[in-house]
């Protein structure tokens, strides 16, 4: 029963700030934090952010400057700090992990439920 639980989204006006936290639930042996996907309405899932396992980060082009992905691996917990909202922003968005289970298992990618955020004025 180990998940990845994502909180923090919802609605604000634009140029405002909201900070997601995906957050693993459950007993694991190691977390790999990968990255942050968004999906609007009709649209197809888009890659936002990402972080390799030596902490550098790569961002798409839309949010280069507004958005910082980072991660606390003693928490198991990843982030995505979203500054300087846009009504484009606005997306259902899902984070991503590789988890190990047990010391002998191999990592598998893992999803967040997805929250909203919705960016309205």
């Known amino acids: 029963q180990v998940q990845l639980v994502e909180s923090g989204g919802g609605l604000v006006q634009p140029g405002g700030s909201l900070r997601l936290s995906c957050a693993v639930s459950?007993?694991?042996?190691?977390?790999?934090?990968k990255g942050w996907y968004r999906q609007a309405p009709g649209k197809q899932r888009e890659l936002v952010a990402d972080?390799?396992?030596?902490?550098?980060?790569n961002y798409a082009d839309s949010v280069k400057g507004r958005f910082t992905i980072s991660r606390d691996n003693a928490k198991n917990t990843m982030y995505l700090q979203m500054n300087s909202l846009k009504p484009e922003d606005t997306a259902v968005y899902y984070c991503?992990?590789?988890?190990?289970?047990?010391?002998?298992?191999?990592?598998?990618?893992?999803w967040g439920q997805g929250t909203q955020v919705t960016v309205s004025s």
């Open positions: 991503n992990a590789e988890l190990t289970l047990q010391w002998y298992s191999r990592p598998s990618g893992y």
């Open positions: 459950g007993s694991i042996f190691n977390f790999r934090a």
């Open positions: 972080i390799t396992s030596g902490g550098n980060t």
